[in-house]
């Protein structure tokens, strides 16, 4: 009785074993495709390893790709430049409008599908308060999001806001989707205070 137990958990080990492993090859097989998903798409791009001293950068739709997370988990086409003068302080309110681009599903199905709040601009603008991600409302965008701010800065009335293309791996993405494994082009403008659809109240 007692031999047949131990081999009954024995097996039950072992299978939990398989199924870590299987587990752990599925993700490196996701990781691999995100790499090439990401690859793919930068390599239409010049790419510019590091982010440059003075942190001026080229602007523009023809800008490079700039790579301003170490690792390689996020890169930065700017489009419209902020005031570097006016880089957001910790806690502070930031408002913006986005869409976005699964980069897997292009990469695997050529087709380009877009989402996000940015073409309703009578709906309210997301928030984050900048660099505080002990806050639920800040820290479900992840950390890719926030990272242009320090470098570039927010624009002026909101007229003419900030606005970068940011390629996010899923690592940096929205923290409830990290597990899926999709890297996402953003584009995305940044407000120093809510613009249209609404009140601060």
């Given at each position: 009785?007692?031999?047949?137990?131990?081999?009954?958990?024995?097996?039950?080990?072992?299978?939990?074993?398989?199924?870590?492993?299987?587990?752990?090859?599925?993700?490196?097989?996701?990781?691999?495709?995100?790499?090439?998903?990401?690859?793919?798409?930068?390599?239409?791009?010049?790419?510019?390893?590091?982010?440059?001293?003075?942190?001026?950068?080229?602007?523009?739709?023809?800008?490079?790709?700039?790579r301003?997370?170490?690792?390689?988990?996020?890169?930065?086409?700017?489009?419209?430049?902020?005031?570097?003068?006016?880089?957001?302080?910790?806690?502070q309110?930031?408002?913006?409008?986005?869409?976005?681009?699964?980069?897997?599903?292009?990469?695997?199905?050529?087709?380009?599908?877009?989402?996000?709040?940015?073409?309703?601009?009578?709906?309210?603008?997301?928030?984050?308060?900048?660099?505080?991600?002990?806050?639920?409302?800040?820290?479900?965008?992840?950390y890719?999001?926030?990272?242009?701010?320090?470098?570039?800065?927010?624009?002026?009335?909101?007229?003419?806001?900030?606005?970068?293309?940011?390629?996010?791996?899923?690592?940096?993405?929205?923290?409830?989707?990290?597990?899926?494994?999709?890297?996402?082009l953003?584009?995305?403008?940044y407000?120093?205070?809510?613009?249209?659809?609404?009140?601060?109240?």
């Amino acid at each position: 009785m007692k031999l047949r137990l131990l081999s009954i958990l024995m097996g039950g080990v072992a299978v939990l074993s398989l199924v870590s492993c299987e587990n752990k090859e599925n993700y490196a097989d996701l990781l691999r495709e995100e790499r090439r998903a990401c690859n793919s798409y930068l390599a239409g791009y010049e790419i510019v390893d590091e982010v440059p001293a003075d942190t001026v950068f080229e602007v523009g739709p023809d800008a490079p790709f700039y790579r301003i997370d170490p690792e390689g988990n996020v890169y930065m086409q700017v489009l419209v430049a902020g005031d570097k003068s006016k880089r957001p302080v910790d806690n502070q309110p930031v408002y913006f409008r986005f869409m976005r681009l699964d980069l897997g599903y292009l990469y695997t199905d050529g087709e380009e599908y877009w989402e996000g709040n940015a073409e309703n601009m009578l709906a309210d603008p997301t928030q984050f308060l900048y660099n505080n991600y002990t806050v639920s409302s800040s820290s479900m965008y992840g950390y890719g999001i926030q990272m242009p701010l320090a470098l570039i800065g927010l624009g002026g009335d909101g007229q003419y806001p900030t606005k970068v293309n940011l390629l996010v791996k899923s690592q940096y993405g929205f923290t409830d989707e990290i597990s899926e494994v999709v890297p996402y082009l953003y584009t995305i403008s940044y407000y120093p205070s809510m613009i249209g659809g609404g009140s601060e109240d």
